[in-house]
Antibody, heavy 123, light 107 residues
Framework: EVQLLESGGGLVQPGGSLRLSCAASGFTFSSYAMSWVRQAPGKGLEWVSITDGNGDKTFYADSVKGRFTISRDNSKNTLYLHMNSLRAEDTAVYYC????????????????WGQGALVTVSS | DIQMTQAPSSVSASVGNKVTITCRASQGIGTWLAWYQQRPGQAPKLLIYAASTLQSGVSSRFSGSGSGTDFTLTISSLQPEDFATYYCQQANIFPWTFGQGTKVEIK
């Protein structure tokens, strides 16, 4: 059974940094591109970032480009999201999600999701 | 970026009703479209991908159609567990984008 477990969320001041982790199990982690999606309180889904199975290729939403970095450690079956220069509008539940493909270019869906980690940016 | 527009934003329906949700892309995306269901307090769940392919384990009362810019999600006979918010998502070009969501409520 595929399981994705996010951790690292919490309260951070504007301008601060935070690192989210997503521990994966139940599948061959290195064989799939992985993604982050967020959802602000009471709002819809917003795609954040994706990386291929090797961690070599990455793409970002314009709203986080230059501030967030996605990475992975395939030896630990773990996906990360490094978040810098955090703003109030980054407050959201952050979901880790598995795609259907090794290559981010061939990924067409997010077929498994974690339960999410809440990040609150406030002074 | 590709804009995804869903209609309606919300719909009230009774158990057993047929419900149709539309999703329009601001430019052609072929069939690079997925549909997700999100129940309150839960993570999203994949229902349909490649516009019309049912994800394994998902009830056959869900179906998808369309290509290019216009897509449809149909629930053939609404069940109590189907009351949720539904999102479309394009995977044709980065950045991926979601529709704003359609909330299906009990009438």
């Amino acid at each position: 059974e595929v399981q994705l477990l996010e951790s690292g969320g919490g309260l951070v001041q504007p301008g601060g940094s935070l690192r989210l982790s997503c521990a994966a199990s139940g599948f061959t982690f290195s064989s799939y591109a992985m993604s982050w999606v967020r959802q602000a309180p009471g709002k819809g889904l917003e795609w954040v970032s994706i990386t291929d199975g090797n961690g070599d290729k990455t793409f970002y939403a314009d709203s986080v480009k230059g501030r967030f970095t996605i990475s992975r450690d395939n030896s630990k079956n773990t996906l990360y999201l490094h978040m810098n220069s955090l703003r109030a509008e980054d407050t959201a539940v952050y979901y880790c999600a598995k795609t259907n493909s090794l290559s981010e270019q061939l990924a067409i869906n997010l077929d498994h999701w974690g339960q999410g980690a809440l990040v609150t940016v406030s002074s | 970026d590709i804009q995804m527009t869903q209609a309606p934003s919300s719909v009230s329906a009774s158990v057993g009703n047929k419900v149709t949700i539309t999703c329009r892309a601001s430019q052609g995306i072929g069939t690079w479209l997925a549909w997700y269901q999100q129940r309150p307090g839960q993570a999203p769940k994949l229902l349909i991908y490649a516009a019309s392919t049912l994800q394994s384990g998902v009830s056959s009362r869900f179906s998808g159609s369309g290509s290019g810019t216009d897509f449809t999600l149909t629930i053939s006979s609404l069940q109590p567990e189907d009351f949720a918010t539904y999102y479309c998502q394009q995977a044709n070009i980065f950045p991926w984008t979601f529709g704003q969501g359609t909330k299906v409520e009990i009438k």
